[in-house]
Structure formats: structure tokens, C-alpha cells
């Protein structure tokens, strides 16, 4: 698959520092789906891909399909399983954070309320390979901590 627009459906993988490859599908840009799936050698059926459970799913940089980037291998029809988180959340800090919902309105929240939410960012590459390498490590990664204050 040589072309590298963004276009939903698309599966995508990358091998990463680890050596082994990483799959994820393209939903509507920027939203990309991660799964929890990973293999040594490359997998190219695309619906046993998809069957594999969500890790992720974030706003990923129009970059992620640039050269040396995400790979695609091919595409799947849009079957509305997948989908953009229906809230993110922004801290001010610590204390004080707002949740924006799937139509971009934005509430003030409770700590509380923000708590577990994916926090409402546009993914580098290099931080989704990061996040990916840590999630399967069993490490928190320092890019998500980053934006997640602590509360004391």
C-alpha cells in the first residue's frame, strides 16, 4: 500500500526499538486506534489484526504515516467499533482540570472526574512508539505522566 494518506480503516505497523511490530487502524484524522497486539514476524490479515483488543486510542500527528513512520498494509471498512475517546481531559494542574467532550465543548471537572481520562493531546510519533514500548513493558510512560499532574 503506497500511499501514505491518512485514511480511515487503514491498518497500519511499525517494528520499534524492541524488534517486534506494532499494529494500529486509522480512524477519522487524527484519531488512531492502538491495539494490544505485537509480533515478531509480520501479520497481514488485517481482520485478525482487528480482533485484537484497543490499548489506545489517542490523536496521533498528521507525521504518524510519514517516511520511517507507520507503515500501512491495507484497509478495512470503517465498522463503527471503533471510535475517538467521548471525553478527554486538560489539567490546569493538580487541582484543576476540564474535560472536553467529542464535539470539542469544554467543562470545568473535578479532579476526580479527570481521573483515568486520556488526556487531550496530538501525539508525536516517537512518544506513540514510546507510550506502545512502555505499555507492553509494564512501565509508566514518562511523556503521559507528563501531562497528568500529581496531586499532593
Known amino acids: 500500500m503506497a500511499n501514505r494518506r491518512w485514511q480511515p480503516g487503514a491498518v497500519i505497523r511499525k517494528k520499534l526499538g524492541?524488534?517486534?511490530l506494532y499494529y494500529a487502524r486509522l480512524l477519522e484524522f487524527p484519531w488512531a486506534a492502538f491495539y494490544r497486539h505485537r509480533t515478531s514476524q509480520p501479520e497481514n490479515d488485517l481482520a485478525a489484526i482487528a480482533k485484537h483488543d484497543v490499548l489506545f486510542t489517542i490523536a496521533a500527528h498528521k507525521d504518524l504515516l510519514a517516511k520511517n513512520q507507520w507503515e500501512p498494509i491495507g484497509t478495512l471498512p470503517p465498522d463503527g467499533s471503533l471510535h475517538p475517546p467521548a471525553a478527554?481531559?486538560?489539567?490546569?494542574?493538580?487541582?484543576?482540570?476540564?474535560?472536553?467532550?467529542a464535539n470539542g465543548d469544554?467543562?470545568?471537572?473535578?479532579?476526580?472526574?479527570?481521573?483515568?481520562?486520556?488526556?487531550a493531546a496530538v501525539w508525536e510519533p516517537e512518544h506513540i512508539d514510546d507510550r506502545l514500548e512502555d505499555a507492553f513493558a509494564g512501565r509508566k510512560n514518562h511523556w503521559l505522566e507528563e501531562m497528568i499532574p500529581k496531586r499532593s
Open 88 to 101: 478527554q481531559a486538560i489539567w490546569d494542574d493538580a487541582d484543576h482540570c476540564q474535560i472536553i467532550d
Open 18 to 20: 524492541d524488534g517486534l
Open 106 to 119: 469544554m467543562r470545568p471537572a473535578t479532579p476526580e472526574e479527570c481521573a483515568g481520562l486520556e488526556p
